[in-house]
């Protein structure tokens, strides 16, 4: 039996196969291309980046695996740079005028075809490190988006990483757990899988590779264990941990109907944070009172081209109508940073958390903005829906964004397509500069959403995705409190409602300071709202409320 540690970021276990996944080549193009410098210079972009990873890959391993091992991703470095291969793929850019993607890849097969041809096996593996070095500089010029084609059998996924147009492809009936080798506790991917109720682990370090697909694998997403050809002992307590979670579930099922209400009597609303349309059952069994997150972004990701107004319309309707009138936040596409679907072709950026994504592409792209909105506007007819607007930091793209609401509502008006007029519009407060002026957002919002994962990020300059950094990413710290205890209060002062959809939420230590400060609702994942209704209903806030207050 082996046993690896990671980071476990789904409660838990699993009992299976362990499936491997590496991503797959990309399709090449070739065409005609019109500016070869431009080309060229892009080229030499996508190399330094490639060599950059495979100096952070070398530094990573060299610990772990020693130099002789980690000596592998110096070779690659040094084929990246080595100059009949850099060469002969900007011959073609240059005197052909083809596409860099396509010179890289045909280069790489002429080399690799040489290698292959050689007498000596040593030499004929090389070919092997060709195909990954030139995928590698695909990958980054093709910005590739990848699908996980999983057996029908249930396995457990691993992967080096996962990025989060995979983690929403998966089907959590086909995957018991999943593993990967690197990630972040706080990234899409680990807060996707919660959603998506996925036992998961993150970290677990590079000796999880593709030579263990097939092998018997125990995970325990509580403890951040993986073990590979677990033995009769390690099966047995994995399946009793699992009995003992599942039997702790039920028991949490005797809070279903019942009020979130605390033993002083003050109430807050308790609502789900969904992805689509996969888990509405774990939604509804666990009695959410609403969905207060539908990251609408998924349905992007997951697609290979712009979803059409209908295909969103579809999607959208199919969970108003299984909320039956309780309330439905839709958050208008957070597309960027990590999730960057290749037909949007954005820009290769140096700080893309910082850069083109969210309310700034929605407001650039008004195109692809006013048909999310259409659809929307037209589910909303059904039942009980409000926007959400992810990334806002100034005031003004509020004013833009309602503009654009108030047009769209015309058009449907014009089209005689049924609609709802009046749908409210909400703010999510995840940047410091949304907080600081939270009292003049107020002015122009319906509700404000605090998201507290990127919060967490930018108050405290965390990149979220970073695992090296994970311990200095803490929601606990006082300025994110404090800056959520002043977001509380300025909403207050203007009369709007203010709730937290980010993953603190969910994270019972917090519920008596929320309670306190006095959120009007949580929005969590769907495993989470009855553990988190129970706490509510165990807390007495008023006799801690003014030592809450006075220690932030
Ligand atoms: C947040 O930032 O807290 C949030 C809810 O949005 P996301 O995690 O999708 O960025
Ligand atoms: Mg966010």
């Given at each position: 039996?082996?046993?690896?540690?990671?980071?476990?970021?789904?409660?838990?276990?699993?009992?299976?196969?362990?499936?491997?996944?590496?991503?797959?080549?990309?399709?090449?193009?070739?065409?005609?291309?019109?500016?070869?410098?431009?080309?060229?210079?892009?080229?030499?972009?996508?190399?330094?980046?490639?060599?950059?990873?495979?100096?952070?890959?070398?530094?990573?391993?060299?610990?772990?695996?020693?130099?002789?091992?980690?000596?592998?991703?110096?070779?690659?470095?040094?084929?990246?740079?080595?100059?009949?291969?850099?060469?002969?793929?900007?011959?073609?850019?240059?005197?052909?005028?083809?596409?860099?993607?396509?010179?890289?890849?045909?280069?790489?097969?002429?080399?690799?075809?040489?290698?292959?041809?050689?007498?000596?096996?040593?030499?004929?593996?090389?070919?092997?490190?060709?195909?990954?070095?030139?995928?590698?500089?695909?990958?980054?010029?093709?910005?590739?988006?990848?699908?996980?084609?999983?057996?029908?059998?249930?396995?457990?996924?691993?992967?080096?990483?996962?990025?989060?147009?995979?983690?929403?492809?998966?089907?959590?009936?086909?995957?018991?757990?999943?593993?990967?080798?690197?990630?972040?506790?706080?990234?899409?991917?680990?807060?996707?899988?919660?959603?998506?109720?996925?036992?998961?682990?993150?970290?677990?370090?590079?000796?999880?590779?593709?030579?263990?697909?097939?092998?018997?694998?125990?995970?325990?997403?509580?403890?951040?264990?993986?073990?590979?050809?677990?033995?009769?002992?390690?099966?047995?307590?994995?399946?009793?941990?699992?009995?003992?979670?599942?039997?702790?579930?039920?028991?949490?099922?005797?809070?279903?109907?019942?009020?979130?209400?605390?033993?002083?009597?003050?109430?807050?609303?308790?609502?789900?944070?969904?992805?689509?349309?996969?888990?509405?059952?774990?939604?509804?069994?666990?009695?959410?009172?609403?969905?207060?997150?539908?990251?609408?972004?998924?349905?992007?990701?997951?697609?290979?081209?712009?979803?059409?107004?209908?295909?969103?319309?579809?999607?959208?309707?199919?969970?108003?109508?299984?909320?039956?009138?309780?309330?439905?936040?839709?958050?208008?596409?957070?597309?960027?940073?990590?999730?960057?679907?290749?037909?949007?072709?954005?820009?290769?950026?140096?700080?893309?958390?910082?850069?083109?994504?969210?309310?700034?592409?929605?407001?650039?792209?008004?195109?692809?903005f006013k048909t999310q909105l259409r659809a929307i506007c037209r589910a909303a007819a059904l039942g009980h829906v409000s926007l959400l607007l992810p990334m806002v930091s100034s005031v003004w793209e509020v004013q833009a964004a309602r503009k654009i609401v108030r047009e769209v509502v015309e058009e449907l008006e014009r089209e005689n397509i049924p609609h709802a007029?009046?749908?409210?519009?909400?703010?999510?407060?995840e940047t410091p500069a949304a907080a600081l002026i939270s009292d003049r957002l107020a002015e122009y919002a319906d509700f404000f959403s605090i998201g507290t994962n990127d919060l967490t990020q930018y108050l405290l300059a965390i990149d979220r995705q970073n695992h090296r950094i994970e311990p200095y990413y803490n929601p606990h710290h006082p300025a994110v409190l404090?800056?959520?205890?002043?977001?509380?209060?300025?909403?207050?002062?203007?009369?709007?409602?203010?709730?937290?959809?980010?993953?603190?939420?969910?994270?019972?230590?917090?519920?008596?300071?929320?309670?306190?400060?006095?959120?009007?609702?949580?929005?969590?994942?769907?495993?989470?709202?009855?553990?988190?209704?129970?706490?509510?209903?165990?807390?007495?806030?008023?006799?801690?409320?003014?030592?809450?207050?006075?220690?932030?």
């Amino acid at each position: 039996m082996i046993t690896l540690k990671g980071k476990g970021v789904v409660s838990g276990t699993a009992i299976g196969r362990l499936f491997f996944y590496r991503r797959t080549h990309a399709a090449v193009k070739k065409h005609l291309i019109a500016n070869p410098e431009q080309e060229t210079a892009r080229f030499w972009e996508a190399q330094k980046r490639a060599v950059d990873q495979l100096q952070e890959l070398y530094d990573n391993a060299l610990p772990t695996v020693g130099q002789a091992s980690a000596m592998i991703f110096h070779i690659h470095q040094m084929m990246l740079e080595d100059l009949d291969f850099t060469d002969a793929v900007i011959r073609i850019v240059q005197e052909e005028r083809m596409n860099v993607e396509y010179a890289v890849s045909k280069t790489a097969a002429q080399l690799a075809s040489m290698f292959t041809a050689m007498d000596d096996p040593y030499m004929q593996e090389r070919a092997a490190d060709v195909r990954d070095v030139s995928q590698r500089i695909l990958q980054i010029l093709m910005n590739t988006q990848n699908k996980i084609q999983l057996p029908e059998e249930p396995v457990i996924l691993a992967a080096k990483d996962l990025i989060p147009s995979e983690t929403v492809q998966l089907d959590p009936k086909k995957v018991l757990a999943f593993v990967t080798s690197e990630g972040s506790a706080n990234s899409h991917t680990a807060i996707l899988a919660r959603n998506m109720d996925i036992p998961a682990i993150v970290g677990a370090g590079p000796h999880l590779q593709k030579g263990f697909h097939g092998a018997s694998t125990a995970v325990d997403g509580f403890t951040g264990e993986v073990f590979l050809y677990p033995d009769t002992g390690t099966i047995r307590r994995i399946q009793q941990k699992q009995d003992e979670y599942e039997a702790h579930r039920r028991a949490l099922q005797e809070h279903v109907g019942k009020p979130n209400v605390t033993l002083d009597g003050q109430t807050i609303q308790i609502l789900a944070n969904i992805n689509g349309n996969a888990n509405l059952h774990s939604v509804l069994e666990n009695d959410a009172e609403g969905i207060g997150l539908f990251r609408s972004e998924s349905i992007f990701l997951e697609r290979d081209a712009f979803p059409t107004e209908e295909e969103q319309y579809q999607l959208y309707r199919s969970v108003v109508e299984a909320m039956e009138g309780r309330p439905v936040v839709i958050r208008t596409m957070d597309i960027g940073a990590d999730k960057t679907p290749d037909y949007f072709h954005l820009p290769k950026e140096e700080n893309p958390a910082l850069g083109y994504r969210a309310i700034r592409i929605c407001l650039d792209r008004t195109d692809i903005f006013k048909t999310q909105l259409r659809a929307i506007c037209r589910a909303a007819a059904l039942g009980h829906v409000s926007l959400l607007l992810p990334m806002v930091s100034s005031v003004w793209e509020v004013q833009a964004a309602r503009k654009i609401v108030r047009e769209v509502v015309e058009e449907l008006e014009r089209e005689n397509i049924p609609h709802a007029a009046d749908v409210q519009l909400g703010v999510m407060i995840e940047t410091p500069a949304a907080a600081l002026i939270s009292d003049r957002l107020a002015e122009y919002a319906d509700f404000f959403s605090i998201g507290t994962n990127d919060l967490t990020q930018y108050l405290l300059a965390i990149d979220r995705q970073n695992h090296r950094i994970e311990p200095y990413y803490n929601p606990h710290h006082p300025a994110v409190l404090r800056a959520i205890w002043m977001v509380v209060q300025n909403a207050r002062k203007h009369g709007v409602k203010v709730g937290i959809c980010g993953e603190l939420a969910g994270d019972l230590a917090m519920t008596a300071t929320f309670l306190a400060m006095g959120i009007d609702s949580l929005s969590v994942a769907p495993p989470l709202i009855l553990p988190l209704r129970s706490q509510v209903r165990q807390t007495d806030v008023g006799k801690l409320r003014e030592d809450i207050l006075s220690a932030l």
